[in-house]
C-alpha cells in the first residue's frame, strides 16, 4: 500500500499546543482574551494594515464587509463566476444579487471585462452605476486572489474609483502575497481596496481551525465590523443593541492557535515554493503566478485535457487532487443570475487540476505525485 498523499492539510508543529494549552489553562476560551488582540495586531503588522479585526470565518468576514460597504438590498456586487462560493453567498446574506465575472490567465477577476461590463452595460447616474438590463445599482465589487495569485489591483482601484464602486478584495487564499513591482509595490493581498478579508479555514496557508481577519485602511470600517460581528452591544451593562448584530466575533483558542501558525507563515510560503519548483523540475508544467508579486503559492494548478480520468487515477494511487470549482454561476442557488462573457472561466474549469501542495508534503511525495501524473497522461 502506498502513502497517502493528501490535497492540502495543516501543519501544526510549532507552538500551536502550547498556545491553547496556555489559554484553556488562563480559562479565557471564547470571544475574549489576550489572544484574539495579538492576533489582530500581528497580523496587521505582518500585511502593514492599521488594524485588523478577527471574526469566525472569512465567509462572516465578507458579510460584515458588505455591510460596512453600504451594500443593500436589491442592488448588485461584481463578482467572479470562477471562486470558492463564499465569495458569493455572503452578497445574498444582504439581499443584493450577484454579477458574474470572467478571469483572466492569473484565474483572478479580469478587469478588461469589468470595464467592458460597466461601459457597454451599464450607465451612470445621480446614484452610482446602473446595469441597463436590469435597473439595478451596482454598487460593489468582490475580487478575489485566486490560489496566492493577485488580481490585477491597479486596475480594479481604477474602476472602483471611476464607478464608484465599494471595492472588497476575498484574500482568503492570499495571505503572504504581495506586489513587488508597479504602484502597489510592497502592499499586501487585501490592503488596497477598501475592505480585505482573510480566512484559517483548516486548508488554507495558515488555520485557527475556522476563522477569518477583516483588515482597512478605513478606520471606521474597522470599527463598523467589530462592533456588528460582537452582537452590536452599545452598552454591556444593560445590554442595549441599537442594531442587528451578529455573533461573528473569533475565540481565544482560535486566536491562540493563529498565533502560533503565523510564527510559521514565512516558512511556510518557502516550503510552497520549493515544492512548486520541484514539480517544474519534474516537468509538471504547473501555472505560473504573476510577476510582479512575491505570492504564497497556496495552491498548484495543472492544466490537462484530461482532467477527471487524471483524478481519478491519481485517487487509485492514494494521491488526493480535485478540479477546480465548479462555475458558481452553473449551480442551482445562481443559475438565474447574470454573467458576463465567461468563456475563460469555463475553459479553465474544464481544464485545471489541483495537485498536492501541503507544507508537509516532502520532495519525495513531489516526485511520486509527478511520476504518477507522468504514467497517467503517456
Ligand atoms: C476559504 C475561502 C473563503 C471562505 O473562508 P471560510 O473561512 O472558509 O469561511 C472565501 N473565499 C475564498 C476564495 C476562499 O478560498
Known amino acids: ?52 479585526v478577527a ?6 468576514g465578507i458579510h460584515l464587509a458588505l455591510i460596512a460597504g453600504g451594500v443593500k438590498a436589491d442592488e448588485e456586487v461584481l463578482v467572479p463566476a470562477l471562486t470558492f462560493i463564499a465569495s458569493v453567498n455572503p452578497i445574498k446574506y444582504v439581499g443584493a444579487e450577484p454579477v458574474f465575472m470572467d478571469c483572466d490567465d492569473t484565474l483572478c477577476m479580469d478587469m478588461d471585462k469589468v470595464e467592458q461590463f460597466c461601459e457597454t452595460e451599464c450607465s451612470m447616474s445621480d446614484e452610482g452605476l446602473i446595469n441597463r438590463r436590469t435597473g439595478r445599482r451596482v454598487s460593489a465589487m468582490i475580487v478575489v486572489h485566486i490560489f496566492g495569485n493577485l488580481a490585477n489591483m491597479e486596475k480594479a482601484v481604477s474602476l472602483a474609483e471611476k464607478y464608484h464602486l465599494f471595492l472588497i478584495e476575498d484574500a482568503c487564499e492570499a ?37 477569518g481577519m477583516i483588515v482597512s485602511n478605513c478606520m471606521d470600517c474597522l470599527k463598523q465590523t467589530k462592533y456588528l460581528s460582537t452582537q452590536a452591544k452599545d452598552d454591556t451593562l444593560y445590554f442595549v443593541h441599537n442594531q442587528i448584530g451578529y455573533n461573528y466575533r473569533m475565540t481565544n483558542l482560535q486566536a491562540a492557535l493563529g498565533l502560533a501558525q503565523l510564527e510559521q507563515l ?3 510560503i518557502k516550503i510552497k515554493e520549493e515544492n512548486y519548483q520541484a514539480y517544474l523540475e519534474h516537468q509538471i508544467p504547473l501555472l505560473p503566478f504573476r510577476e510582479d508579486i512575491r505570492s504564497n503559492r497556496w495552491f498548484y494548478s495543472y492544466m490537462t485535457d484530461k482532467r477527471d480520468i487524471l483524478i481519478q487515477e491519481l485517487n487509485k494511487r492514494q494521491i488526493q487532487s ?15 443570475c447574470q454573467a458576463y462573457q465567461i468563456e475563460r472561466s469555463t475553459y479553465y474549469w474544464e481544464h485545471i487540476v489541483n495537485l498536492p501542495c501541503s507544507t508537509n508534503l516532502t520532495k519525495e511525495d513531489v516526485a511520486s505525485v509527478a511520476k504518477a501524473v507522468h504514467e497517467i497522461l503517456k
Open 175 to 211: 495571505l503572504g502575497s504581495y506586489y513587488t513591482k508597479g504602484c502597489f509595490s510592497g502592499r499586501h493581498a487585501g490592503t488596497i481596496g477598501d475592505i480585505g478579508v482573510y480566512s484559517f479555514n483548516g486548508n488554507k496557508i495558515i488555520t485557527t481551525g475556522g476563522g
Open 55 to 60: 471574526c469566525q470565518s472569512g465567509t462572516a
Open 266 to 268: 514565512e516558512p511556510f
Open 1 to 52: 500500500m502506498s502513502k497517502f498523499i493528501p490535497l492540502s492539510v495543516p501543519n501544526l508543529r510549532g507552538n500551536e499546543a502550547a498556545y491553547v494549552n496556555h489559554a484553556i489553562q488562563s480559562e479565557w476560551v471564547s470571544t475574549g482574551g489576550a489572544y484574539i488582540e495579538e492576533f489582530e495586531q500581528k497580523i496587521a503588522e505582518y500585511v502593514k494594515a492599521p488594524g485588523a
Open 322 to 336: 480535485r478540479p477546480i470549482w465548479h462555475l458558481i454561476s452553473d449551480l442551482p442557488p445562481y443559475r438565474s
